[in-house]
């Protein structure tokens, strides 16, 4: 496990983008595994900034994300299709045939959910994959439970991640409570795995995630096994390490 300690939120986005530029740099092909949520929207801006001062070429860049809710389809403003395109596809010179997620509305989830997993093995395999952390140590929508999923699946939320989510949903009736995510077989058989935390309130679950026992549990201490993991966090963040 490698440990990047940063000033601040800016001071880990701009760290995050220069380790993806790098990756594309030296694999104009790669596959990036993507995430959403509020971590990774600072590293995006730094991306879109390095595509358009001519410094980072997404042009045979290939992409997969973590996850996607199931239950609402690209066009919803929620959906990891929206964010994805808002924050960072929109804006860069990506093909978009190159571009994977999940369908939400695909109402056959198992079916989905194969056909992704065949996708990621056609593409030979995650390169990079970018993560963050949920405040209850899941990664993608790999909840703590007895046993983890290896493949992608369907999976039901848990409260904790449905009340940190609810407030990205004016109308919180509408949240879905399930979701599409790689399972931690998909996840650990990254070539690379880069996890980002900014803030005080995850300070205690990276100290329990990557200082403690290694528990399905808290799904994120297995990436403790992982032979080339980066865990890029801000002082916040580490405050209890």
């Not at 001519?54 to 996607?68: A, P, Q, R």
């Not at 993608?140 to 409260?159: I, R, V, W």
């Amino acid at each position: 496990m490698r440990i990047i300690r940063t000033r601040d939120y800016d001071d880990m986005s701009r760290k995050t983008a220069n380790m993806i530029a790098a990756q594309i740099m030296f694999k104009p092909d790669s596959l990036l595994g993507l995430a959403t949520g509020a971590s990774p929207i600072g590293a995006y801006k730094c991306l879109v900034e390095d595509y358009k001062n001519g410094n980072v070429d997404f042009s045979k860049i290939s992409s997969v994300n973590l996850d996607e809710y199931h239950g609402i389809g690209a066009d919803n403003d929620q959906s990891y299709h929206y964010f994805m395109n808002h924050h960072l596809f929109n804006h860069v010179n990506i093909n978009a045939d190159n571009v994977h997620i999940p369908d939400g509305l695909e109402p056959d989830a198992e079916k989905e959910c194969a056909k992704y997993e065949e996708i990621i093995r056609a593409k030979g395999g995650i390169d990079l994959l970018l993560m963050g952390l949920g405040l209850n140590g899941h990664i993608g929508f790999n909840e703590p439970a007895a046993e983890l999923k290896l493949d992608a699946h369907c999976t039901g939320l848990s409260q904790t991640t449905i009340e940190a989510n609810k407030k990205f949903f004016a109308d919180t009736s509408q949240m879905p409570l399930k979701a599409n995510t790689m399972g931690v077989g998909t996840i650990m058989r990254a070539r690379a795995i880069l996890l980002i935390v900014s803030g005080e309130a995850k300070a205690k679950i990276v100290k329990e995630a990557f200082f403690g026992p290694i528990t399905t549990q808290v799904p994120a201490s297995l990436l403790q096994l992982h032979h080339n993991f980066t865990i890029i966090g801000d002082e916040a963040a580490f405050s209890q390490i």
